[in-house]
């Protein structure tokens, strides 16, 4: 049997942890969140939280019904955190550009959380907000909604995409990154061109290019695209 979740409001009235702290999903989330920093997706359990907050773990469940839970309020609260203070300018391409760099520095911010949580709906406030948001932009600039739904799903898919892919690399070890980079010098750069005349050709753009984000790029590719869909649509 599920576990039932007491209301928000109730869990504030209860006494505080041993150390003072009185617990709301938020100081929850936010523990959750420098156990993965600090130990990887491997290091969140229900005991280093209870240890982290003080709190016997059994008290946790009060908040969340498992650790699957708890995950979607995290990548929920990415999501928050990279809508924070935004507002649509009105302008379909300048507010879609703007989402989606938020949406990936934020998850690019915390990688280990991102690695967990990239792949997953939540179905909460923020997601939903978020969403809407995007709906919204896009509908308003005059896509009818096959086209919305079409570019919207390319444009959130491809944002987390990226962040997932990159935090994946974040959340190796110092050596291996550096190794990773270094191979676009040490390998790639001298190859000679009798054998890859265009890895030799590309080779300089190469190692310097392939060790940032390609996010950016992908996402003006995605916008010239949607914007060539509406000008077919206005012509």
């Known amino acids: 049997?599920?576990?039932?979740?007491?209301?928000?409001?109730?869990?504030?009235?209860?006494?505080?942890?041993?150390?003072?702290?009185?617990?709301?999903?938020?100081?929850?989330?936010?523990?959750?969140?420098?156990?993965?920093?600090?130990?990887?997706?491997?290091?969140?359990?229900?005991?280093?939280?209870?240890?982290?907050?003080?709190?016997?773990?059994s008290t946790l469940y009060r908040y969340f019904r498992g650790m699957d839970e708890l995950t979607l309020a995290i990548g929920d609260a990415l999501v928050g955190e990279a809508l924070r203070g935004w507002r649509p300018t009105g302008e379909w391409r300048t507010d879609l550009h703007t989402v989606g760099l938020r949406i990936h520095a934020a998850y690019v911010a915390h990688p280990q959380a991102a690695q967990l949580t990239a792949s997953r709906v939540s179905g909460r406030a923020n997601e939903l907000a978020a969403d809407e948001a995007v709906l919204d932009v896009l509908r308003s600039a005059g896509f009818p909604p096959a086209d919305t739904v079409r570019i919207y799903h390319v444009f959130i898919d491809q944002t987390l995409a990226f962040a997932a892919l990159e935090a994946a690399s974040l959340a190796l070890p110092r050596a291996a990154q550096r190794a990773d980079d270094a191979m676009w010098r040490s390998t790639y750069a001298r190859l000679p061109a009798e054998t890859h005349p265009r890895i030799a050709e590309a080779a300089p753009l190469l190692s310097a290019r392939m060790v940032t984000s390609a996010y950016p790029a992908a996402l003006e590719m995605l916008l010239d695209s949607a914007q060539a869909t509406l000008d077919r649509l206005s012509s």
């Not at 209860?14 to 702290?21: A, H, K, L, Y």
């Not at 009185?22 to 939280?49: D, K, M």
């Open 1 to 57: 049997m599920a576990k039932q979740v007491v209301p928000e409001e109730k869990r504030r009235r209860r006494r505080p942890t041993r150390s003072g702290t009185v617990l709301s999903e938020r100081l929850i989330v936010e523990a959750a969140l420098r156990l993965l920093r600090e130990h990887g997706s491997a290091g969140l359990s229900a005991r280093r939280l209870g240890i982290a907050l003080d709190c016997d773990p």
